[in-house]
């Protein structure tokens, strides 16, 4: 069965930096696409980055410039680095997969969703 196991949310202070990891049971990375999202409270779930498997990546509407994505194959892993983080930036961050097409949009069928990593930014 598969899973994706996100990893590295913590609290933080403003000006942090945090990577977050993106783990797959079952699946290997290099055969789907890959996307992070996240979810702040109150507010509708959105998303950042699809990294595609074409090597391509796309990015979100209202992804910060202070964000990049990586996917390291050899590991079979994604990482999503944040910097100068903000507290605008506490969310749950998910990743999720699927095939065919590259998306940013949490409203397309996704094939496997982790379970999410909380990133608090506060002093």
């Known amino acids: 069965q598969v899973q994706l196991v996100e990893s590295g949310g913590d609290l933080v202070k403003p000006g942090s930096s945090l990577r977050l990891s993106c783990i797959p049971w079952?699946?290997?990375?290099?055969?789907?696409?890959v996307a992070w999202f996240r979810q702040a409270p109150g507010k509708d779930r959105e998303g950042l980055f699809c990294?595609?498997?074409?090597?391509?990546?796309l990015l979100g509407n209202a992804v910060p410039g202070r964000f990049d994505v990586s996917r390291d194959t050899h590991r079979n892993a994604a990482y999503l680095q944040m910097r100068a983080l903000e507290p605008e930036d506490t969310a749950v961050y998910y990743c999720?997969?699927?095939?065919?097409?590259?998306?940013?949009?949490?409203?397309?069928?996704?094939?496997?969703w982790g379970q999410g990593t909380q990133v608090t930014v506060s002093s």
């Open positions: 999720a997969v699927r095939q065919g097409s590259c998306s940013v949009d949490p409203h397309v069928t996704w094939d496997f």
């Open positions: 990294y595609g498997v074409d090597n391509k990546v």
């Open positions: 079952g699946l290997n990375l290099i055969s789907v696409n």
